[in-house]
């Protein structure tokens, strides 16, 4: 009768299984790729709209924070309208031009801009001080 008992136990631990399987439900750990200048991505959600591409007017929603201590610099939060901008002509940081383009509007993206690839070694002062590196969450919300 003790084996008896045992088996629905080890019936159990398979039951636990299927709340492993919801993982996949959500996204899978995101994939951090390294990026020209040294910008890392991690695609936090797949977008299934169009493709950012160089040339792209692109608009998108963003929290940007302080690698060092996690604190929010900027975010479009505030603001309701999302940050509208021309991919790859330098309108914005290098991190964004090189770290948006192939995003898919309904993506989201963490982008780690290193100094080189965001303010430099001047920063700008007085929310991002000098040599930051940077992270920011991105929501793709439209390219034309």
Not at 3 to 16: F, G, L
Not at 68 to 97: A, H, M, Y
Request: hydrophobic share 35%; no cysteine; glycine share 10%.
């Amino acid at each position: 009768e003790q084996k008896a008992a045992q088996t629905p136990a080890k019936d159990q631990k398979p039951a636990q299984t299927p709340g492993k399987e919801q993982k996949p439900q959500t996204p899978a750990k995101p994939v951090k790729k390294v990026l020209p200048h040294d910008i890392v991505i991690e695609d936090l959600v797949e977008g299934s709209g169009k493709v950012a591409k160089r040339g792209s007017r692109v608009s998108a929603l963003y929290v940007g924070r302080l690698a060092s201590n996690n604190k929010v610099f900027d975010s479009t939060k505030p603001r309701d309208p999302p940050f509208q901008f021309v991919l790859g002509r330098g309108e914005v940081i290098k991190g964004w031009d090189v770290g948006i383009e192939g995003m898919k509007v309904g993506g989201k993206r963490r982008i780690t801009v290193p100094a080189k690839a965001g303010y430099g070694a001047s920063g700008s002062p007085p929310v991002i001080p000098p040599n930051a590196k940077l992270v920011f969450d991105v929501e793709l919300k439209n390219v034309n």
